[in-house]
């Protein structure tokens, strides 16, 4: 035993407390993973609940006003939508679903992820409902609005993405197609402008909900600076057309902050955050 576990067993001891030592050993991992924090927070915090609900009321509030005004819309500068009938466009991951178990995972394996375990993981089907998530959407479809869930996963997971929200009670009727994937058609890239605009095409869009900003406007390339002024310019539609969901684990503001910062690797991106944080010297 090296002198600084002795002295951890000594110390820990004399509070009766050395049995813990000897359990730790057997931890999984004694190093602090980056999203640790994060995951137990979206896990077990009642702050994340409570942020979640919060979210979807503020857009059940605003649901009889925005189905009453026929000039309402979530897309900016939409036009010709009034006779349009109502849809909602949603994100899946982190908006609807809940996937902090994948987090977990990754957390007890000391690893980040990646696409072989994110698939496995979705083909599962076991992500659960994010708290308030289905009394919204239900309030929505009970009222004749069709709710579109335009995601980032890929084509190929189509299919267990529709099992996943049906088993948990989302409205995802037989009938035309509402979980819009990236690559599902040519033009559907990782930029979700190409799904929300062919959404709008037929409907009048009430709500944009997620929990990124490309989830409501582009931001390809954009530094953190100009995310920011973009938040910005769209202030009045936020609690209002547009809900952000809380997800403090991953997303392209983690991305922004590693291209910035030049970080290819797990070290390199971990100082990067470290170096972007604003702190009095």
Same mark, same amino acid.
């Given at each position: ?85 109502? =849809? ?15 987090? =977990? ?49 890929s084509s190929d997971l189509d299919a ?36 929300r605009d062919h959404v709008a095409t ?80």
């Amino acid at each position: 035993m090296s002198p600084l576990a002795w002295l951890m067993l000594l110390l820990l001891s004399a509070c009766g407390s050395a049995k813990e030592v000897v359990d730790m050993r057997d931890a999984p991992s004694a190093r602090p993973h980056e999203t640790l924090n994060a995951a137990v927070w979206m896990q077990l915090s009642a702050e994340y609940e409570a942020s979640a609900i919060q979210a979807y009321n503020t857009a059940l509030d605003h649901l009889s006003s925005a189905l009453a005004d026929s000039s309402w819309s979530a897309i900016p500068n939409a036009t010709a939508h009034e006779r349009k009938p109502p =849809a909602i466009i949603v994100d899946v991951d982190e908006t609807v679903l809940d996937n902090s178990p994948f987090e =977990a995972r990754m957390i007890r394996g000391d690893t980040v992820y990646n696409r072989p375990a994110w698939n496995a993981w979705v083909e599962e089907r076991k992500a659960e409902a994010v708290p308030g998530a289905l009394r919204f959407l239900n309030a929505a479809a009970e009222l004749g609005v069709t709710v579109f869930y335009v995601t980032n996963r890929s084509s190929d997971l189509d299919a267990a993405t529709t099992d996943n929200l049906r088993s948990e009670g989302f409205p995802l009727p037989e009938g035309p197609d509402q979980v819009l994937t990236r690559g599902e058609r040519d033009e559907w890239t990782g930029d979700k402008a190409t799904r929300r605009d062919h959404v709008a095409t037929d409907y009048r869009v009430l709500f944009l909900a997620g929990d990124d900003l490309n989830d409501f406007v582009s931001t390809e390339d954009l530094s953190t600076e100009e995310r920011s002024d973009l938040v910005v310019r769209y202030e009045d539609f936020w609690g209002e057309r547009w809900i952000m969901l809380p997800n403090p684990t991953y997303g392209s503001w983690e991305r922004t902050i590693n291209r910035e910062a030049e970080a290819r690797y797990r070290s390199d991106r971990i100082r990067a955050k470290i170096g972007a944080l604003r702190a009095e010297d």
